[in-house]
């Protein structure tokens, strides 16, 4: 098992750009979420997936974050337009069941926004 | 508002030593304590979790010790090794409607330095 998979591994991006980061879950999981890190704030939940549906999206920052799971095996999260604010490193984490118990993390991607 | 207060932030051990780190909840609702270890470059990996029926739980070297009224829960790393030198987070979570625990609330970590 090759575990969650998440590219890019780093990101550099100037101001305005929009950002993608992709996400390949453990496969049969159901469950998928994103999270961010940051030295300030910690780890945060963005998004919850169950079954490829967002459960709770509570913890998007703003209309900028948008994510997407089209199918079992793939997930995005993209921010259109970025900024430097949104440095950090982004996680992406998969489970199987719906208790949603977070098991696994992906290495995560670093994004810098200059 | 901080639901999850974590202590210390970083942690010197000698190799064999015990490695203790604390956490302090304020939500009573939280039902479902786990500890994540994260390497650098790495994810977090959930290592053990607890619920507050039990007081305490045990996986080979690393217990968590758990004090409901108190609101506090801690690991216990014994015979720590220099492999064990990573961050730790504690976190917790209340129970959805639906019988899910996947919101955890992170405490903000320690780093965690076994020396040989």
């Known amino acids: 098992d090759a575990g969650v998979i998440q590219s890019p591994r780093h990101e550099v991006t100037e101001m305005g750009q929009e950002v993608t980061l992709r996400c390949k879950p453990i496969s049969g999981h159901n469950s998928l979420f994103w999270y961010r890190q940051t030295m300030m704030r910690g780890l945060e939940l963005l998004i919850y997936f169950n079954n490829n549906v967002p459960i709770d999206d509570s913890g998007m920052p703003e209309d900028r974050f948008s994510a997407k799971m089209p199918n079992a095996s793939f997930s995005t999260l993209k921010i259109q337009p970025s900024e430097p604010r949104d440095s950090a490193v982004y996680f992406c984490?998969?489970?199987?069941?719906?208790?949603?118990?977070?098991?696994?993390f992906g290495a995560g991607t670093r994004l810098s926004v200059l | 508002q901080q639901q999850v207060k974590q202590s210390p932030q970083s942690l010197i051990v000698q190799k064999g030593g015990i490695s203790i780190i604390n956490c302090a909840y304020e939500?009573?609702?939280?039902?479902?304590f786990p500890w994540y270890q994260q390497f650098p470059g790495k994810g977090p990996a959930l290592l053990i979790a607890i619920r507050p029926d039990v007081s305490e739980k045990k996986e080979g070297r690393f217990t968590i010790s758990f004090n409901k009224s108190a609101k506090q829960f801690s690991l216990h790393i014994m015979d720590s090794q220099p492999g064990d030198s990573a961050t730790y987070f504690c976190a917790a979570s209340e129970e959805t409607e639906g019988g899910s625990n996947y919101k955890l609330t992170f405490g903000k970590g320690t780093l965690l330095t076994v020396n040989p």
């Open positions: 984490a998969s489970s199987q069941g719906t208790a949603g118990v977070l098991r696994d």
């Open positions: 939500n009573t609702a939280f039902d479902y």
